[in-house]
Protein backbone atom coordinates (compact mmCIF):
# COMPACT_ATOMS: atom_id res chain seq x y z
CA UNK A 1 0.00 0.00 0.00
CA UNK A 2 3.04 2.35 1.10
CA UNK A 3 5.20 1.54 -2.71
CA UNK A 4 1.30 2.47 -4.28
CA UNK A 5 1.18 5.53 -2.20
CA UNK A 6 4.58 6.67 -2.87
CA UNK A 7 3.80 6.26 -6.83
CA UNK A 8 2.29 9.00 -6.43
CA UNK A 9 3.79 11.38 -4.68
CA UNK A 10 6.78 10.85 -7.43
CA UNK A 11 4.08 11.11 -10.45
CA UNK A 12 1.78 14.35 -9.16
CA UNK A 13 4.37 16.12 -6.99
CA UNK A 14 7.06 18.63 -8.01
CA UNK A 15 11.02 17.27 -7.50
CA UNK A 16 11.42 20.04 -4.90
CA UNK A 17 10.24 17.23 -2.80
CA UNK A 18 12.99 16.18 -0.23
CA UNK A 19 12.12 14.69 3.46
CA UNK A 20 10.19 11.99 1.33
CA UNK A 21 13.51 11.22 0.10
CA UNK A 22 14.57 10.76 3.59
CA UNK A 23 11.77 9.20 4.56
CA UNK A 24 10.27 6.99 1.99
CA UNK A 25 7.22 5.70 3.56
CA UNK A 26 3.51 7.30 4.22
CA UNK A 27 2.86 8.64 7.42
CA UNK A 28 -1.26 8.49 8.52
CA UNK A 29 -0.92 8.72 12.40
CA UNK A 30 1.08 10.47 14.76
CA UNK A 31 1.32 10.67 18.89
CA UNK A 32 3.81 12.40 21.30
CA UNK A 33 7.06 11.07 19.94
CA UNK A 34 5.67 8.37 18.21
CA UNK A 35 4.61 8.36 14.30
CA UNK A 36 3.45 5.63 12.60
CA UNK A 37 3.13 4.75 8.58
CA UNK A 38 0.25 2.50 6.73
CA UNK A 39 1.65 -0.53 6.69
CA UNK A 40 1.59 0.01 10.84
CA UNK A 41 5.67 0.37 11.41
CA UNK A 42 6.02 2.79 14.58
CA UNK A 43 8.82 5.26 14.86
CA UNK A 44 10.51 7.48 17.20
CA UNK A 45 10.11 11.08 15.95
CA UNK A 46 13.65 12.59 16.82
CA UNK A 47 12.72 15.16 14.33
CA UNK A 48 10.01 17.32 15.55
CA UNK A 49 9.06 18.81 12.63
CA UNK A 50 12.60 20.31 11.89
CA UNK A 51 11.77 21.95 15.54
CA UNK A 52 7.66 22.92 14.80
CA UNK A 53 6.91 20.33 17.25
CA UNK A 54 9.09 20.78 20.51
CA UNK A 55 5.42 19.86 22.18
CA UNK A 56 5.42 16.24 19.89
CA UNK A 57 2.22 14.73 17.74
CA UNK A 58 -1.31 15.98 18.58
CA UNK A 59 -0.87 17.06 22.19
CA UNK A 60 -4.04 15.99 24.27
CA UNK A 61 -4.85 19.79 26.09
CA UNK A 62 -4.34 21.96 22.91
CA UNK A 63 -6.65 19.43 20.17
CA UNK A 64 -9.30 19.18 22.95
CA UNK A 65 -9.21 23.67 22.97
CA UNK A 66 -9.05 23.43 19.36
CA UNK A 67 -11.87 21.56 18.68
CA UNK A 68 -13.75 22.74 21.30
CA UNK A 69 -13.13 26.18 19.47
CA UNK A 70 -13.86 24.80 16.11
CA UNK A 71 -17.42 23.59 17.31
CA UNK A 72 -18.37 26.36 18.38
CA UNK A 73 -17.63 28.32 15.24
CA UNK A 74 -14.68 30.37 16.73
CA UNK A 75 -13.29 33.07 14.14
CA UNK A 76 -10.30 30.93 11.96
CA UNK A 77 -9.42 33.82 9.31
CA UNK A 78 -9.15 37.63 10.60
CA UNK A 79 -6.33 39.19 9.16
CA UNK A 80 -5.36 41.56 11.62
CA UNK A 81 -8.69 42.32 12.82
CA UNK A 82 -9.33 41.84 16.38
CA UNK A 83 -10.29 38.65 18.02
CA UNK A 84 -11.18 37.22 21.21
CA UNK A 85 -8.23 34.08 20.34
CA UNK A 86 -5.76 37.20 19.48
CA UNK A 87 -6.50 38.97 22.91
CA UNK A 88 -6.09 35.96 24.82
CA UNK A 89 -2.73 34.78 22.74
CA UNK A 90 -1.57 38.40 23.60
CA UNK A 91 -1.91 38.77 27.29
CA UNK A 92 -0.99 34.98 28.05
CA UNK A 93 2.52 35.52 26.17
CA UNK A 94 2.62 39.20 27.71
CA UNK A 95 1.95 37.32 31.26
CA UNK A 96 4.21 34.01 31.48
CA UNK A 97 6.95 34.72 28.89
CA UNK A 98 7.57 38.34 28.19
CA UNK A 99 7.02 40.06 31.98
CA UNK A 100 9.12 37.65 34.12
CA UNK A 101 12.00 37.13 31.89
CA UNK A 102 11.47 41.60 31.93
CA UNK A 103 11.40 41.95 28.21
CA UNK A 104 9.92 44.79 26.88
CA UNK A 105 8.43 43.98 23.15
CA UNK A 106 5.37 44.83 20.86
CA UNK A 107 4.05 41.55 18.66
CA UNK A 108 3.52 41.91 15.15
CA UNK A 109 2.13 38.70 13.29
CA UNK A 110 3.75 39.37 9.89
CA UNK A 111 2.82 36.28 8.14
CA UNK A 112 2.58 32.87 9.17
CA UNK A 113 6.42 31.56 8.82
CA UNK A 114 9.46 31.85 9.70
CA UNK A 115 10.65 33.61 6.69
CA UNK A 116 7.84 36.09 7.17
CA UNK A 117 9.05 37.38 10.66
CA UNK A 118 12.98 37.43 9.24
CA UNK A 119 11.72 39.65 6.02
CA UNK A 120 9.50 42.04 8.60
CA UNK A 121 12.37 42.33 10.42
CA UNK A 122 14.49 43.01 7.86
CA UNK A 123 12.24 45.95 5.71
CA UNK A 124 11.70 47.43 9.56
CA UNK A 125 15.61 47.63 10.78
CA UNK A 126 16.40 49.57 7.39
CA UNK A 127 13.06 51.45 7.38
CA UNK A 128 14.32 52.26 11.21
CA UNK A 129 17.63 53.21 10.33
CA UNK A 130 17.89 54.60 6.86
CA UNK A 131 20.49 52.45 6.23
CA UNK A 132 20.59 49.14 3.09
CA UNK A 133 22.64 47.12 4.31
CA UNK A 134 22.57 43.88 7.01
CA UNK A 135 25.59 41.73 8.56
CA UNK A 136 24.85 38.30 8.02
CA UNK A 137 27.11 35.02 9.61
CA UNK A 138 28.48 32.06 7.99
CA UNK A 139 26.41 29.32 7.50
CA UNK A 140 23.51 30.77 9.03
CA UNK A 141 20.10 29.96 7.86
CA UNK A 142 17.25 32.80 7.68
CA UNK A 143 14.41 31.37 4.69
CA UNK A 144 13.88 30.90 1.75
CA UNK A 145 12.26 34.05 0.49
CA UNK A 146 14.70 36.22 -1.31
CA UNK A 147 15.36 38.99 1.71
CA UNK A 148 15.73 36.20 4.12
CA UNK A 149 17.96 33.63 1.87
CA UNK A 150 19.92 37.35 1.03
CA UNK A 151 21.38 36.59 4.84
CA UNK A 152 21.55 32.63 4.83
CA UNK A 153 24.45 31.54 3.97
CA UNK A 154 23.89 28.15 2.05
CA UNK A 155 25.28 28.35 -1.60
CA UNK A 156 22.65 25.84 -2.60
CA UNK A 157 20.03 27.57 -1.53
CA UNK A 158 20.93 30.84 -2.76
CA UNK A 159 21.46 29.98 -5.87
CA UNK A 160 17.86 28.74 -5.95
CA UNK A 161 17.02 32.90 -6.17
CA UNK A 162 17.85 33.17 -9.70
CA UNK A 163 19.17 36.76 -8.87
CA UNK A 164 21.78 38.74 -7.52
CA UNK A 165 21.15 38.85 -3.66
CA UNK A 166 22.20 42.22 -2.30
CA UNK A 167 23.20 44.37 0.43
CA UNK A 168 23.98 42.14 3.00
CA UNK A 169 27.78 41.28 4.31
CA UNK A 170 28.72 38.07 5.90
CA UNK A 171 30.74 38.03 9.16
CA UNK A 172 32.63 34.57 10.57
CA UNK A 173 30.34 33.22 12.64
CA UNK A 174 31.60 31.90 16.12
CA UNK A 175 34.90 30.17 15.83
CA UNK A 176 34.45 30.34 12.01
CA UNK A 177 37.78 31.62 12.13
CA UNK A 178 40.21 33.19 14.93
CA UNK A 179 39.33 36.38 16.33
CA UNK A 180 36.66 36.70 14.20
CA UNK A 181 34.80 39.77 16.17
CA UNK A 182 38.02 41.86 15.95
CA UNK A 183 37.91 40.65 12.42
CA UNK A 184 34.44 42.44 12.42
CA UNK A 185 35.26 45.55 14.65
CA UNK A 186 38.27 46.13 12.27
CA UNK A 187 35.81 46.17 9.10
CA UNK A 188 33.25 48.49 11.23
CA UNK A 189 36.23 51.31 12.24
CA UNK A 190 38.25 51.00 8.94
CA UNK A 191 36.86 53.81 6.19
CA UNK A 192 38.47 52.06 3.23
CA UNK A 193 37.35 48.77 4.21
CA UNK A 194 33.89 48.81 1.88
CA UNK A 195 31.91 47.77 4.75
CA UNK A 196 29.09 50.51 5.39
CA UNK A 197 27.41 50.41 8.78
CA UNK A 198 24.50 48.42 8.61
CA UNK A 199 21.31 48.61 9.95
CA UNK A 200 20.91 45.32 11.53
CA UNK A 201 23.06 42.39 12.33
CA UNK A 202 20.91 38.86 12.27
CA UNK A 203 22.07 35.63 13.82
CA UNK A 204 21.16 32.16 15.13
CA UNK A 205 22.15 31.30 18.47
CA UNK A 206 22.75 28.15 17.65
CA UNK A 207 22.44 27.15 13.48
CA UNK A 208 20.31 24.63 13.08
CA UNK A 209 20.76 23.78 9.39
CA UNK A 210 23.73 25.41 9.55
CA UNK A 211 25.33 22.86 10.98
CA UNK A 212 24.35 22.81 15.22
CA UNK A 213 27.01 25.48 15.41
CA UNK A 214 26.66 26.64 18.70
CA UNK A 215 27.65 30.68 19.72
CA UNK A 216 29.28 31.39 22.97
CA UNK A 217 27.40 33.44 25.74
CA UNK A 218 30.78 35.78 25.77
CA UNK A 219 30.58 35.84 21.36
CA UNK A 220 26.83 36.87 21.79
CA UNK A 221 27.42 39.19 24.41
CA UNK A 222 30.35 41.22 22.44
CA UNK A 223 28.28 41.09 19.31
CA UNK A 224 25.26 43.24 21.43
CA UNK A 225 28.00 45.50 22.80
CA UNK A 226 29.62 46.07 19.19
CA UNK A 227 25.65 46.60 17.95
CA UNK A 228 24.97 48.60 20.69
CA UNK A 229 28.44 51.16 20.22
CA UNK A 230 27.27 51.25 15.96
CA UNK A 231 23.62 51.75 16.59
CA UNK A 232 23.48 48.85 14.64
CA UNK A 233 19.82 46.93 15.46
CA UNK A 234 20.68 42.79 16.66
CA UNK A 235 18.38 40.36 15.44
CA UNK A 236 17.90 37.58 16.69
CA UNK A 237 15.80 34.62 14.36
CA UNK A 238 14.82 32.26 17.23
CA UNK A 239 12.70 30.48 14.93
CA UNK A 240 14.08 26.93 14.84
CA UNK A 241 16.13 27.57 18.18
CA UNK A 242 13.70 29.07 20.36
CA UNK A 243 10.75 28.37 22.41
CA UNK A 244 12.55 25.89 24.26
CA UNK A 245 14.58 23.91 21.85
CA UNK A 246 17.79 24.99 23.74
CA UNK A 247 16.45 24.74 27.27
CA UNK A 248 15.33 28.32 28.02
CA UNK A 249 11.89 30.04 26.39
CA UNK A 250 14.21 32.16 24.40
CA UNK A 251 17.72 30.92 23.49
CA UNK A 252 19.47 34.01 24.03
CA UNK A 253 18.12 34.32 27.51
CA UNK A 254 21.49 32.44 28.88
CA UNK A 255 23.96 34.73 27.16
CA UNK A 256 22.18 38.23 28.95
CA UNK A 257 21.49 39.86 26.08
CA UNK A 258 18.34 41.80 25.10
CA UNK A 259 18.11 41.88 21.33
CA UNK A 260 16.06 44.50 19.11
CA UNK A 261 14.52 42.32 17.01
CA UNK A 262 13.29 38.66 17.96
CA UNK A 263 12.03 36.52 15.02
CA UNK A 264 9.91 33.56 16.52
CA UNK A 265 7.12 30.53 14.35
CA UNK A 266 7.74 27.35 13.99
CA UNK A 267 6.62 25.71 17.53
CA UNK A 268 5.10 28.58 18.56
CA UNK A 269 1.83 27.52 17.83
CA UNK A 270 2.09 24.35 19.80
CA UNK A 271 0.75 22.12 17.30
CA UNK A 272 2.11 22.43 13.87
CA UNK A 273 -0.20 25.10 12.82
CA UNK A 274 1.29 27.59 10.74
CA UNK A 275 1.86 30.95 13.22
CA UNK A 276 5.12 33.53 13.19
CA UNK A 277 5.73 36.89 15.27
CA UNK A 278 7.72 39.29 15.07
CA UNK A 279 9.13 40.88 18.14
CA UNK A 280 9.79 44.45 18.38
CA UNK A 281 11.58 46.63 20.71
CA UNK A 282 8.38 49.51 21.51
CA UNK A 283 10.32 52.28 20.40
CA UNK A 284 11.47 50.98 16.63
CA UNK A 285 7.69 50.23 16.14
CA UNK A 286 7.14 52.99 13.45
CA UNK A 287 5.21 50.75 10.98
CA UNK A 288 2.55 52.85 9.55
CA UNK A 289 -0.81 50.65 9.30
CA UNK A 290 -0.79 48.31 6.61
CA UNK A 291 2.93 48.99 5.25
CA UNK A 292 3.48 45.37 6.35
CA UNK A 293 0.57 42.95 5.85
CA UNK A 294 -0.35 39.21 4.85
CA UNK A 295 -3.76 37.43 4.46
CA UNK A 296 -2.95 34.78 6.81
CA UNK A 297 -1.46 36.92 9.36
CA UNK A 298 -4.43 36.11 11.77
CA UNK A 299 -4.41 32.48 12.30
CA UNK A 300 -6.54 32.18 15.01
CA UNK A 301 -6.10 28.39 15.15
CA UNK A 302 -2.80 28.85 16.16
CA UNK A 303 -3.89 31.86 18.83
CA UNK A 304 -5.72 29.02 20.50
CA UNK A 305 -3.37 26.30 20.61
CA UNK A 306 0.26 28.87 21.17
CA UNK A 307 -2.03 29.95 25.03
CA UNK A 308 -2.32 26.42 25.34
CA UNK A 309 1.22 25.89 24.87
CA UNK A 310 2.50 28.34 27.03
CA UNK A 311 0.56 26.70 30.21
CA UNK A 312 3.74 24.48 30.18
CA UNK A 313 5.92 27.50 30.31
CA UNK A 314 3.72 28.34 33.50
CA UNK A 315 5.08 25.01 35.59
CA UNK A 316 8.68 25.83 36.16
CA UNK A 317 9.52 22.26 36.15
CA UNK A 318 9.07 21.90 32.75
CA UNK A 319 11.83 24.08 31.97
CA UNK A 320 13.92 21.99 34.43
CA UNK A 321 12.85 19.29 33.04
CA UNK A 322 14.49 20.05 29.62
CA UNK A 323 17.57 20.84 31.36
CA UNK A 324 17.16 16.67 32.81
CA UNK A 325 17.00 15.10 28.69
CA UNK A 326 19.18 18.02 26.89
CA UNK A 327 22.22 16.44 30.21
CA UNK A 328 21.15 13.28 28.86
CA UNK A 329 21.61 13.66 25.22
CA UNK A 330 24.67 15.46 25.86
CA UNK A 331 26.57 12.52 27.78
CA UNK A 332 25.09 9.85 25.47
CA UNK A 333 26.74 11.81 22.55
CA UNK A 334 29.87 12.07 24.40
CA UNK A 335 30.21 8.40 25.04
CA UNK A 336 28.96 8.15 21.28
CA UNK A 337 31.83 9.91 20.17
CA UNK A 338 34.27 8.10 22.55
CA UNK A 339 33.24 4.34 22.01
CA UNK A 340 33.20 4.76 18.45
CA UNK A 341 36.12 6.43 17.03
CA UNK A 342 35.52 5.90 13.37
CA UNK A 343 33.28 8.31 13.28
CA UNK A 344 35.40 10.40 13.84
CA UNK A 345 32.95 12.87 15.93
CA UNK A 346 32.26 16.07 17.17
CA UNK A 347 29.09 16.80 19.73
CA UNK A 348 27.71 20.20 19.19
CA UNK A 349 24.69 22.35 20.33
CA UNK A 350 22.68 22.96 23.07
CA UNK A 351 19.68 21.74 25.15
CA UNK A 352 17.71 19.21 22.67
CA UNK A 353 19.24 21.06 19.82
CA UNK A 354 22.57 18.97 19.43
CA UNK A 355 23.97 16.64 17.23
CA UNK A 356 27.40 15.09 16.00
CA UNK A 357 29.22 16.33 13.15
CA UNK A 358 31.42 13.71 11.23
CA UNK A 359 34.45 14.35 9.22
CA UNK A 360 33.37 11.01 7.62
CA UNK A 361 32.18 12.00 4.10
CA UNK A 362 28.48 10.59 4.10
CA UNK A 363 28.52 9.12 7.44
CA UNK A 364 25.63 11.49 9.11
CA UNK A 365 23.42 10.69 6.20
CA UNK A 366 24.24 6.85 6.79
CA UNK A 367 23.45 6.91 10.49
CA UNK A 368 20.29 8.88 9.29
CA UNK A 369 19.13 6.47 7.11
CA UNK A 370 19.85 3.62 9.00
CA UNK A 371 17.68 4.71 12.35
CA UNK A 372 14.96 5.29 9.91
CA UNK A 373 15.63 1.70 9.07
CA UNK A 374 15.54 0.78 12.81
CA UNK A 375 12.51 2.96 13.62
CA UNK A 376 13.88 6.56 14.01
CA UNK A 377 13.32 9.64 12.42
CA UNK A 378 16.21 12.57 12.16
CA UNK A 379 17.70 14.55 9.93
CA UNK A 380 21.11 15.60 9.37
CA UNK A 381 22.20 19.73 8.65
CA UNK A 382 25.68 21.93 7.80
CA UNK A 383 27.49 22.45 4.28
CA UNK A 384 27.83 19.21 3.51
CA UNK A 385 25.58 17.33 6.16
CA UNK A 386 27.64 16.42 7.97
CA UNK A 387 25.77 16.62 11.18
CA UNK A 388 23.11 13.95 12.35
CA UNK A 389 20.98 16.04 14.27
CA UNK A 390 18.83 14.84 17.75
CA UNK A 391 15.28 16.61 17.84
CA UNK A 392 13.04 15.59 20.42
CA UNK A 393 9.82 16.49 21.71
CA UNK A 394 11.10 18.80 25.22
CA UNK A 395 8.30 16.65 26.96
CA UNK A 396 9.34 12.99 25.71
CA UNK A 397 9.54 10.24 28.10
CA UNK A 398 12.38 9.37 29.84
CA UNK A 399 12.44 5.57 28.73
CA UNK A 400 11.66 6.83 24.70
CA UNK A 401 14.40 8.99 24.57
CA UNK A 402 16.79 6.32 26.18
CA UNK A 403 15.06 3.76 23.58
CA UNK A 404 16.23 6.08 21.19
CA UNK A 405 19.48 6.44 22.13
CA UNK A 406 19.56 2.13 21.85
CA UNK A 407 18.69 3.05 18.32
CA UNK A 408 21.32 5.45 17.24
CA UNK A 409 23.40 3.35 19.09
CA UNK A 410 22.62 0.31 16.79
CA UNK A 411 22.66 2.66 13.31
CA UNK A 412 26.49 3.82 14.05
CA UNK A 413 27.68 0.28 15.14
CA UNK A 414 26.26 -1.12 11.85
CA UNK A 415 28.54 1.41 9.96
CA UNK A 416 31.20 1.87 11.43
CA UNK A 417 32.46 -1.75 12.70
CA UNK A 418 33.14 -4.69 10.74
CA UNK A 419 31.15 -7.25 10.83
CA UNK A 420 32.74 -11.03 12.74
CA UNK A 421 33.22 -13.46 10.54
CA UNK A 422 32.91 -16.93 11.70
Not at 91 to 97: L, S, W
Not at 239 to 258: D, H, L, M, N, W
Not at 306 to 331: G, P
Request: charged share 25%; glycine share 8%.
Amino acid sequence: MSQTNLSIFEKLESEVRSYVRSFPTVFNKAKGEKIWDEDGNEYLDFFSGAGALNYGHNDNKMKAKLIDYIMDDGITHSLDKASTAKAEFLTKFHDVILKPRDLDYKVMFPGPTGTNTVESALKLARKVTGRTDVISFTNGFHGMTIGSLSVTGNSFKRKGAGVPLQNVVTMPYDNFVNDDLDYLERFLEEAGSGVAIPAAMILETVQGEGGINTARFEWLKRVENICKRWDILLIIDDVQAGVGRTGTFFSFEPAGIKPDIVCLSKSLSGYGLPFAVTLIRPDLDIWEPGEHNGTFRGNNHAFITATAALEYWEDADFEKNIQVKAKMVRNFLDKMVEKYPELKGEVRGRGLMTGIASEVDGLANKVAAKAFENGLIMETSGPKDEVFKLFPPLNIKEENLEKGFAIIEESIKSLVKEPVVN
